[in-house]
């Protein structure tokens, strides 16, 4: 027999299993708390994003990232879309000598299907 009570303890468990794997791997790096705590922020989707911020009653005029004013500002376009924060992991990334090629499904180069 299904009751609200039994559906909230099954999701309740999922939850605490996941934080158990996410807390396993991430204290267990060796890197400043700060950053620890940064992370697991990022994870649990607990940084002072516009939106977390309004979804916590906040009053705020615009809830556009503040650096490219495109798209709403939560914690995965901040870290992995806008692309000035791009920009910043770019630097980086040629900082600490890691070279990568990406993909920008977005990107308007002209293509006309010849081998040039």
């Known amino acids: 027999m299904y009751r609200v009570k039994s559906g909230y303890s ?4 999922e ?3 996941l934080s158990l794997e ?13 950053v620890l705590v940064c992370v697991w922020r990022i994870l649990w989707d ?12 906040v009053r705020l005029g615009c809830i ?15 870290f992995c879309t806008c692309k000035v924060t791009q920009k910043v ?10 070279i990568t090629v990406k993909h920008d499904p977005l990107s308007k180069l002209p293509f006309n299907g010849s081998k040039e």
């Open 89 to 98: 992991w770019d630097m980086c990334e040629r900082w600490i000598g890691r």
């Open 46 to 57: 607990r940084l002072s994003t516009r939106v977390n911020l309004v979804r916590r009653g």
């Open 15 to 17: 939850d605490q299993m």
């Open 22 to 34: 996410s807390f396993q791997l991430l204290w267990i790096l060796k890197v400043v708390p700060l």
């Open 10 to 13: 099954i999701l309740n468990m």
């Open 64 to 78: 556009l990232c503040p650096m490219c004013r495109e798209h709403v500002e939560n914690a995965q376009y901040l």
